[in-house]
């Protein structure tokens, strides 16, 4: 069992760093304009995107895996929301160029081919538009030995650090780019996951009594913390 597979099926709706703790903060830290158009890629199971909703945005939220999509869709039924949910791919979105103010993006970029996708959030953006992009990252110092234990494990293309993100966005056409911050991988940070827990979340039946995905999870857990001091995850806001 991969591990996207294993998320879909436990219907996490915030398995991404920091977990819905950090999107809560993040986005009362730098708010989104309240008549702004938003496009969340990779929405996995709705929680950001039914949470925006929740606040009165209207958003357009994409994910490539049509079982996210049904348990993000059954989300936004259960709470009374109105979200437009729709398949696409991030290398490829069915969206006519400059259409969004804002795009966000929580532990998916990592999992695509980073120049393709993000060369599409670029283009999907109107002029002034701003990504937020919200992704674990290695540091200068691991190494490619791990780097690609990691990737493989987590069905990654390519982890990048701070200044291979930069040089990424650059090329693509992104301006004003900054790392709005930036933490450590710890036990208290993968804990700070279950703050928040999730009245929503539809988990497949027999979920609890498969070991391969339980034993995927703790391998994801295991890995984290082996490779701590090699990992750390951030928020990255660019302008287009």
């Given amino acids: 069992m991969d591990y996207v597979e294993m998320l879909s099926r436990l219907g996490a709706g915030s398995a991404h760093p920091g977990g819905f703790k950090a999107s809560i903060e993040q986005l009362q830290k730098y708010p989104l304009p309240s008549s702004g158009s938003i496009l969340e890629v990779g929405c996995g199971t709705g929680r950001t995107a039914c949470y ?14 049509p079982q996210m999509l049904a348990k993000a869709k059954q989300r936004a039924k259960d709470s009374g929301l109105e979200v437009a949910f729709q398949q696409a791919d991030a290398h490829a979105l069915p969206f006519a160029d400059n259409s969004f103010d804002v ?20 283009r999907v953006l109107k002029p002034g538009g701003v990504l937020y992009n919200r992704e674990m990252l290695v540091r200068e110092s691991i190494s490619e030995n791990i780097r690609q234990e990691i990737s493989a494990f987590y069905g990654m293309p390519h982890m990048m650090n701070r200044d291979e993100w930069r040089n990424v966005l650059a090329d693509c056409g992104f301006n004003r780019i900054d790392i709005l911050e930036v933490n450590e991988i710890n036990e208290e940070k993968i804990d700070q996951q279950y703050e928040y827990p999730d009245v929503h979340q539809v988990i497949d039946d027999g979920v609890l009594f498969d070991i391969e995905l339980l034993e995927c999870g703790i391998q994801s857990s295991w890995i984290l913390l082996d490779n701590k001091d090699q990992l750390e995850y951030g928020v990255i806001r660019a302008f287009k």
């Avoid at 606040?55 to 994409?62: E, F, I, K, S, T």
Wanted: proline share 0%; aromatic share 8%; glycine share 2%.
């Fill in 52 to 65: 925006l909703a929740e606040q009165g945005y209207q958003v357009v939220a994409v994910d490539i895996h």
């Fill in 103 to 122: 795009l966000l993006a929580e532990s998916v970029t990592n999992f695509t081919r980073a120049r393709q996708s993000v060369a599409e959030y670029l």
